[in-house]
């Protein structure tokens, strides 16, 4: 049983409603244990306990949240020896759910206890690394609007989608993908190493954590039509076959917007800008799954 710091977060999805240091122990055991169990405080402080954790000798760190936690526990693991383990606690749970990581708490505290270790690739957008997803355009603005929603779950996400449709405009762009150019609207540009945003919402269903390449979902305008097909191909599965959006595959890109755009991190919006660099770190990153 590798030695284990979990990273929680308290206010993250069902968190809260369990007694998390009782199942832990129920699975890590209570003699002489192992692993320790440390608190989140605050936004952005998952990076500093998993940076610490790291230097302490922890093989795994795992993280008991949501993708914006996994976010930040894997960035605190990167360039160290320490494993990311993932324990989904979140609303959509899109890194777990591409790793096969179960979604039940004792199945996955089972898991943990005695785990296969592999390595993945990490994506970079402007310098902010993402272990799932990254986009600009309408992803974007939901991310944006959903934090400010007052309620998470995947009700409140689809009622913000349905809500900011209506209003939202695609902005035109110049993507160099690789070599490749496109000038077109961006209502959607994603770069996916996984292959959904959580919630089995496959935008990149083909997308691979080990192939040193970023599937890119390019959609420049959403009608109602279009829209009805994005959204079906992302619950089945089938995006790509179904036409309504084109793809890509790249190590990196370079993306100038018209005027500025949002964009996200593994579902976090952080700000609007008009330049973009995208870049992969193959391999980056040690996981426990």
Same mark, same amino acid.
């Given at each position: 049983?590798p030695?284990?710091?979990?990273i929680?977060n308290?206010?993250?999805?069902?968190?809260?409603?369990?007694?998390?240091?009782?199942?832990?122990?129920?699975?890590?055991?209570?003699?002489?244990?192992?692993?320790e169990?440390r608190?989140?405080?605050?936004?952005?402080?998952a990076?500093?306990?998993a940076?610490?954790?790291?230097?302490?000798?922890?093989?795994? +760190?795992a993280?008991?949240? &949501?993708? /914006?936690?996994v976010?930040?526990?894997?960035?605190? #693991?990167?360039g160290? %020896? $320490?494993a990311?383990?993932i +324990?989904p606690?979140?609303? &959509?749970? /899109?890194?777990a759910?591409?790793?096969?990581?179960? #979604?039940?708490?004792? %199945? $996955?505290l089972?898991?943990l206890?005695?785990?296969d270790?592999s390595?993945?690739?990490?994506?970079?957008?402007?310098?902010?690394?993402?272990?799932?997803? $990254?986009?600009?355009?309408?992803?974007?603005?939901?991310s944006?609007?959903?934090?400010?929603?007052?309620?998470?779950?995947?009700s409140?996400?689809?009622?913000?989608?349905?809500?900011?449709?209506?209003?939202?405009?695609?902005?035109p762009?110049?993507?160099?993908?690789?070599?490749?150019?496109?000038?077109?609207d961006?209502?959607v540009?994603?770069?996916?190493?996984a292959?959904q945003?959580?919630?089995?919402?496959?935008?990149?269903?083909?997308?691979?954590?080990?192939?040193?390449?970023?599937?890119?979902?390019l959609?420049?305008?959403?009608p109602?039509?279009?829209?009805?097909?994005?959204?079906?191909?992302m619950v089945?599965?089938?995006l790509?076959?179904?036409?309504?959006?084109e793809?890509f595959?790249v190590?990196?890109?370079?993306?100038?917007a018209?005027?500025?755009?949002?964009f996200h991190?593994?579902?976090d919006?952080?700000?609007?800008?008009t330049?973009?660099e995208?870049?992969?770190?193959?391999?980056?990153?040690h996981?426990?799954?």
């Amino acid at each position: 049983m590798p030695k284990t710091c979990f990273i929680l977060n308290p206010t993250a999805g069902p968190s809260q409603r369990h007694d998390m240091p009782a199942l832990i122990a129920q699975h890590f055991g209570t003699r002489e244990p192992n692993y320790e169990i440390r608190l989140t405080e605050h936004a952005g402080h998952a990076v500093a306990l998993a940076k610490m954790a790291a230097a302490e000798g922890f093989q795994v +760190v795992a993280a008991i949240g &949501g993708d /914006g936690t996994v976010n930040e526990v894997g960035r605190g #693991l990167l360039g160290t %020896a $320490a494993a990311l383990g993932i +324990v989904p606690q979140g609303s &959509g749970n /899109g890194l777990a759910r591409h790793l096969k990581v179960p #979604l039940k708490l004792p %199945a $996955a505290l089972q898991r943990l206890a005695t785990p296969d270790f592999s390595r993945m690739d990490v994506g970079v957008i402007n310098g902010h690394p993402f272990f799932c997803t $990254a986009g600009l355009g309408f992803d974007a603005h939901v991310s944006q609007h959903f934090a400010q929603a007052g309620s998470r779950g995947l009700s409140t996400y689809l009622r913000v989608t349905l809500r900011e449709y209506r209003n939202y405009r695609a902005v035109p762009i110049r993507a160099d993908l690789d070599g490749h150019v496109e000038e077109t609207d961006c209502y959607v540009l994603a770069f996916a190493n996984a292959s959904q945003y959580g919630n089995n919402a496959y935008i990149a269903p083909l997308a691979d954590l080990r192939d040193g390449l970023l599937d890119v979902c390019l959609i420049d305008a959403l009608p109602v039509g279009r829209a009805l097909k994005v959204s079906l191909g992302m619950v089945l599965g089938n995006l790509p076959q179904s036409k309504a959006a084109e793809y890509f595959r790249v190590p990196r890109a370079r993306v100038t917007a018209q005027d500025p755009i949002g964009f996200h991190v593994d579902g976090d919006y952080l700000g609007h800008t008009t330049e973009f660099e995208i870049d992969l770190m193959p391999l980056a990153l040690h996981v426990a799954v």
